[in-house]
C-alpha cells in the first residue's frame, strides 16, 4: 500500500454514521454516498478515465461497501481490497486511511489473471503492528457478497449489506451475543426503519473524502529500481513518460532528467 500526502482537513466530505444497536448487539452503519460518487467522478473526468457502465456499477457499490467497513474500524487502521471477479473479467482495489480519512480505489480491466474462483484480498496495517493479509473465494458477481464472505471467514462474524436508497448503503454487523434470528431476518424495508424500530446508541460520525496523494515524487520511487536496473528499456528513445498511479489511475508525467537526478540522489 503506497503511502499518500496529507489532505486538507478543512475540505468537506461524505459523513458516516454508526450506530450500535441495543438489546441486539450488533453495530450500524450508514450513508448516502451520492457526494463521495460525485468527487469519483470528477476524478475520473479530471483523468481521462473511461470505466464501462459495468464495472462502473461494480465500483460503485464496493466504494460503497469499503467506506461503511472502515468506518466500522479503530481509527488507526490502514486497509486496502482488492476484488477479482472472473465474470466480468475485472479486478477493483480500494485503499483509505482512516487516520484522515481519504479514501481511493481504480478499476483494473486489462490483462487481469483468469482463476477457477472470485477471490476477495484484504490487506490490514493497524497502528504499527506488521500488515496482516487475508484472502476468500466467493461465488457470483456483487462485491458487496464478496466483502459478507470475508466477515464470514477472516472475521468470523457476520456482516450484511442493504442498499436503502438509489446512493445510500448500509452495513450491520454482529457482535458478541447478537440476537442471530433477528439479525438473519432483517429486510431492506427493517433496516430503513431501524432508527424508529429499535434502540440505537450513536457510537461516532466520521469523514471520509476521495483523496490519494500520489505526486511526482512518490511515481520516482516507483520507478526508481525500474530505472536502476534498465534505464533504456523504461525509456527507450523518449525523454518523457506517463505513469498511472497504481491506486488511483491518476496520470503523472516522468522525465529522464528528473529520473536521473532522483536515482543520483541515492
Known sequence: MLESTPINPAHSGLEVTTWFVRHRNVLFAQADFLSLYVDYYLHLSDQALKVSPEHDALFKRALAGFVLHAASRPWNELTAWTINFQEPLVNLFLTGDNADGSVTGRVFSEDVKELPNNLFFADVVRGTQP???????????????????????????????????????????????????????????QVRTLAKDEELGVLEKRIYRWHCGCNQQRMLQVLAPIFRQDAEGLFGTEEKLEIRCPRCAARHAITREAMEAFVAKG
Do not use: C, I, M, N
Open 131 to 189: 500488515k496482516r493479509r487475508s484472502s476468500v473465494e466467493f461465488p457470483g458477481a456483487d462485491p458487496l457478497a464478496a466483502v459478507e464472505a470475508y466477515y464470514r471467514q477472516s472475521e468470523q462474524r457476520p456482516a450484511r449489506y442493504f442498499q436503502t436508497g438509489e446512493e445510500e448503503f448500509a452495513l450491520v454487523t454482529a457482535h458478541p451475543d447478537y440476537d442471530e434470528a433477528w439479525f438473519d431476518a432483517l429486510t431492506v424495508d
